[in-house]
């Protein structure tokens, strides 16, 4: 059996405007939904993290996560030689992702 590694997460200033964002967004339709959006983009990176490379590759050397009960799409690779899972973008499904290409 494979030993698992303990990946570091880093997600990119763009990553987090873009959860900030959507955040506000949801505060902005219902108070506190704001929180439980970013409790689920949370619980996705921890769950991701124990396995990144369960989620398959959809943007060249890229994986999608998917979030539970959010229409989002967290985008990330992973650097094995420094063990780190790099967040490179949280974004809306309906959003076009030509800047991941």
């Not at 059996?1 to 200033?13: P, R």
């Not at 769950?47 to 996560?65: D, G, W």
């Amino acid at each position: 059996m494979k030993s698992k590694k303990n990946y570091k997460v880093v997600i990119s200033d763009s990553a987090k405007a873009d959860i900030k964002e959507s955040a506000k967004w949801y505060n902005s339709r219902q108070k506190g939904l704001g929180k439980h959006f970013t409790q689920s983009i949370k619980e996705c990176i921890n769950t991701t993290k124990l396995q990144p490379e369960s989620c398959r590759i959809r943007y060249k050397n890229n994986r999608v996560a998917i979030p539970y009960k959010f229409p989002f799409l967290i985008v990330y690779n992973i650097d094995d030689n420094n063990n780190t899972l790099n967040i490179i973008a949280v974004f809306h499904t309906k959003k076009n992702p030509v800047k991941l290409k």
